[in-house]
């Protein structure tokens, strides 16, 4: 609504302005005049489309953060295109004051200033946009772990330290812009170093921490009075996945799958010490108990399976037999598995053989139907011509029986 005012104000003021200057509309000495109008609407048209396309460029330049990369030339920038709009300001409603001086000492016009200050916007943006590509070019490894501690989401578990590395980061691109590119340089691996290091730690919050914490609690418990070995194991395991993430922070699935593989340990570790703790307190008449309750789980086993009661074995050699019915087992299922799909193999190919043959029987048809189109209809012609000489004859006798 508010620009289809403004457009009705100015056709109202051309026509005023027009109609002023003419006192007779139909005289050839009017046509350098309104040759001159025409003009100057022209020039005031394409200038406003370009202002918008400035006001398009400032809001595309705050999504590229252009600011945070080239301060000096944003701020230049959105002076010079506030001046544009003040220049043009002045005839936007008037056409007639586009070509007025801008001050009394001056030739310069108004459309005329208006048109440098939008250039000097446009060579503000240029340059603010070229400094930037600089920066990600110089700094691109630094930017690299910036982004990734974007995408790990740092900042949630480590907010002061993200926002010193930030800080830092700025600083180089700061000497990038002042032109002390060598500088920012200079200064790029210890700001890398940092970073990586921030990544790491935040890769081992991130998938340790659970592992980590309930590791500290059975080193708080008396887990390494029962369970020793399996206390040592757990660390030793925690600190091999550290060692992983300090190699290679983003291989997250291998990490992903050594940090569940820590957990299991710590709670197997703590399984096995209350397990410990637990023969302990029983006196030496409960012995025989507690070995026969393993004794029943692994005769449960053997028989699900189907195996012979080999409970006149050791333990050990109770659970090698279980193991070795289960390989065998599963070495036969392999096998059959093979032997199935061969099978399936051969009848899909039986399958495809048979579509095949059809298929040229099916053409092979089609080939002897065609051939024998022509002989048909060259043994109904012979037919046709026999028939003619007999319908001839037969009609002549009855003419002359006729007569």
């Known amino acids: 609504m508010k620009k289809e005012l403004k457009l009705a104000l100015m056709l109202t003021t051309i026509t005023l302005t027009l109609a002023g200057c003419a006192s007779n509309p139909d005289s050839a000495s009017n046509l350098s005049e309104d040759a001159k109008q025409s003009e100057t609407i022209s ?25 945070w990369f080239a301060a000096k030339h944003i701020e230049e920038a959105n002076k010079a295109l506030a001046e544009a709009k003040e220049y043009y300001a002045k005839f936007e409603f008037d056409p007639s004051e586009a070509n007025s001086s801008t001050g009394l000492f001056t030739s310069t016009t108004n459309i005329g200033a208006a048109k440098e200050s939008l250039n000097q916007f446009n060579s503000r943006m ?31 578990y480590f907010p002061s330290t993200v926002k010193e590395l930030n800080t830092e980061l700025k600083k180089l691109v700061d000497q ?11 200064a790029q691996p210890a700001l890398v170093a940092n970073q990586r290091a921030l990544e790491v730690k935040t890769v081992s919050k991130i998938y340790l921490a659970d592992a980590q ?21 757990v660390s030793a395991s925690l600190n091999a996945t550290m060692a992983f993430i300090a190699a290679d922070p983003r291989a997250i699935d291998a990490i992903k799958e050594k940090a569940d593989a820590v957990l299991f ?11 410990v703790k637990k023969l302990k307190a029983l006196s030496s008449k409960d012995y025989e108990d507690f070995v026969t309750g393993y004794e029943k789980i692994l005769f449960e086993i053997s028989y699900t399976l189907g195996t012979e009661d080999k409970r006149d074995l050791s333990f050990e050699q109770q659970g090698k037999a279980v ?29 495809a053989y048979s579509k095949l043959l059809e298929e040229k029987i099916e053409k092979l048809n089609k080939d002897l139907a065609e051939l024998k189109q022509p002989l ?17 004859v037969e009609s002549e006798t009855k003419m002359d029986t006729s007569n």
């Open 176 to 186: 990038i812009a002042d032109e002390k590119t060598g500088d920012a340089i200079a």
């Open 126 to 156: 240029d340059k603010a946009r070229s400094l930037k590509a600089t920066s990600l070019s110089t700094l691109s490894e630094a930017f690299d772990y910036h982004a990734q501690l974007k995408k790990i989401d740092a900042e949630k």
């Open 323 to 351: 193991v070795t019915f289960i390989n065998t087992e599963m070495k036969n299922l392999n096998e059959s598995e093979d032997i199935q799909q061969q099978l399936r193999k051969k009848l899909s190919n039986q399958v």
């Open 213 to 233: 914490k309930e590791l500290d609690r059975l080193i708080k418990s008396d887990i390494s009075q029962h369970a020793p070995k399996s206390l040592s194991q």
């Open 376 to 392: 048909v209809k060259k043994e109904t012609q012979e037919k046709d011509a026999v028939a003619a000489p007999a319908e001839t």
């Open 265 to 275: 340990s710590v709670k197997r570790a703590e399984r096995i010490s209350l397990t």
């Open 43 to 67: 020039q005031i048209s394409e200038f406003k489309a370009s202002l918008d396309q400035a006001e398009q460029q400032v809001s595309k330049g705050v999504e590229e953060e252009l600011d």
